[in-house]
Antibody, heavy 118, light 108 residues
Framework: EVQLVESGGGLVQPGGSLRLSCAASGFTFSTYWMHWARQAPGQGLVWVSRIKTDGSYTNYADSVKGRFTISRDNAKNTLYMQMNSLRAEDTAVYYC???????????WGQGTLVTVSS | EIVLTQSPGTLSLSPGERVTLSCRASQSVSSNYLAWYQQKPGQAPRLLIYDASSRATGIPDRFSGSGSGTDFTLTISRLEPEDFAVYYCQQYGSSLITFGQGTRLEIK
């Protein structure tokens, strides 16, 4: 059974940093693209970033480009998102998801809440 | 960036009815790379349809997707009580992936 477990969320002040992790199990992590998506309270889904199987390709939504960095450790079956220069509008539940292709999101974790507030 | 517009915003229907949800793209979606997701309150989204018309593993056959270019639909042939949720479309034909704003399906 596929399991994706996000961690690292919490309360952070504007301008601060957080690193999210996503521990994966139940599938061959190194053969899947991985994504982060987010959902602000009461709002819709927003795609944030993706990373290729070997980490050689990444891309980002314009709203986070230059501030967020996606990475992965295939030896540890773990996906990361380093979030810097956080803003109030980054407040959301952050989901990780796997993808057999580069695009659609097969399985999702339960999410971790990031709150940016002073 | 491809903008996806879903309609209607909210739909009130009864179990057993047939429903069609619409997703319109601001430009053609390459290779019809369009997916549909279902999300229930307090839960993560679940993949229903990918590549516009392929059902994901374990999805009942009452769910079907169709369309091409800029116009796509998700049809639920006979609504079950567990189908009342929010539905999102998503395109992955361009480097910037985008979601629609969602359609909420409510029990009438």
């Amino acid at each position: 059974e596929v399991q994706l477990v996000e961690s690292g969320g919490g309360l952070v002040q504007p301008g601060g940093s957080l690193r999210l992790s996503c521990a994966a199990s139940g599938f061959t992590f190194s053969t899947y693209w991985m994504h982060w998506a987010r959902q602000a309270p009461g709002q819709g889904l927003v795609w944030v970033s993706r990373i290729k199987t070997d980490g050689s390709y990444t891309n980002y939504a314009d709203s986070v480009k230059g501030r967020f960095t996606i990475s992965r450790d295939n030896a540890k079956n773990t996906l990361y998102m380093q979030m810097n220069s956080l803003r109030a509008e980054d407040t959301a539940v952050y989901y990780c998801a796997n993808s057999r292709s580069s695009g659609y999101l097969d399985s999702w974790g339960q999410g971790t809440l990031v709150t940016v507030s002073s | 960036e491809i903008v996806l517009t879903q309609s209607p915003g909210t739909l009130s229907l009864s179990p057993g009815e047939r429903v069609t949800l619409s997703c319109r793209a601001s430009q053609s979606v390459s290779s019809n790379y369009l997916a549909w997701y279902q999300q229930k309150p307090g839960q993560a989204p679940r993949l229903l349809i990918y590549d516009a018309s392929s059902r994901a593993t374990g999805i009942p056959d009452r769910f079907s997707g169709s369309g091409s270019g800029t116009d796509f639909t998700l049809t639920i042939s006979r609504l079950e009580p567990e189908d009342f949720a929010v539905y999102y479309c998503q395109q992955y034909g361009s480097s910037l992936i985008t979601f629609g704003q969602g359609t909420r399906l409510e029990i009438k």
